[in-house]
């Protein structure tokens, strides 16, 4: 377990997830708002949380999680975490939700956890969040947060124009 709230509990993905993270991927808002990631396999699901998950855990200590649903006997139910792109100067934070989940408070609970760990075990003085403009739930989670905007930018290959939210920590 990497973190646990009143209602949640955050551990590290493992390959058994892949049937989880596949359907998550391939939800409605993660296609619209963070962009069709090719993952139609659970081979493929696989081969993402090797290449992605548990490759940032081992370089970095920190990375992605899985977040259960305590009341639900420990369902997944989404992810949040951290992760450090080339793109970026700071460890950018992320989270989403499996679309029955969303609007309920868990991206905040789960956010704020994450949150604590960046500053408290990776002694992290600062975090940055990406997201879409048009996405104004994610928007609005990070303002709640306390993350304030800074600038917009294209972080990736697809020239898409990001908004950069930062808060120090």
Known sequence: MIAETSRLILTKFTLDDAPFFMELVNTPHWIKFIGDRNIRTLKDAEQKIKSGHFESYKSYGFGFYKVLLK????KVIGTCGLIKRDT?????????????YESKGFGYESARAVMKLAKNTFNLKRLVAITNPENKKSI???EKLGLTFEKRIKPFEDDKE????????
Request: glycine share 8%; proline share 4%.
């Open 71 to 74: 009341e639900e006997n420990n």
């Open 88 to 100: 970026l100067d700071d460890v950018d934070i992320g989270f989403a939700f499996l679309p029955n």
């Open 140 to 142: 609005g989670l990070l």
């Open 162 to 169: 990001l908004l950069l939210f930062a808060k120090k920590l």
